[in-house]
Nanobody, 122 residues
């Protein structure tokens, strides 16, 4: 059974940095891609960043482009999200997710989800 566990959330002042980690276990397949999503207060779930497992290609939402970096340690099955120059609008519950197929462009492409870690920027 695939399990994804996020860590690294917390409170930070605007302009600060945090690094989220997502430790994966139980894989019986190689994920097509992995991604970070977030849901802020009163907002819908949104895709923040995606990394494609084979080519290492990355995608970022416009709101975080240039500030956030997604990366992965394939040997340790850990996904990271480095968040710099944070803004109050980055406040959200952050989730990591894994896809076993699809184009990884929509939430529905991701079948496996973690429980989330809270990030608060003030």
């Amino acid at each position: 059974q695939v399990q994804l566990v996020e860590s690294g959330g917390g409170s930070v002042q605007a302009g600060g940095s945090l690094r989220l980690a997502c430790t994966a276990s139980g894989y019986t397949f190689r994920p097509t891609c992995m991604g970070w999503f977030r849901q802020g207060p009163g907002r819908e779930l949104e895709q923040v960043a995606v990394i494609y497992s084979t080519a290492g290609k990355t995608y970022y939402d416009d709101s975080v482009e240039g500030r956030f970096t997604i990366s992965q340690d394939n040997a340790e099955n850990i996904l990271y999200l480095q968040m710099n120059s944070q803004k109050p609008e980055d406040t959200a519950m952050y989730y990591c997710a894994a896809a076993s197929g699809g184009l990884c462009l929509e939430t529905a492409d991701f079948a496996f989800w973690g429980q989330g870690t809270q990030v608060t920027v003030s």
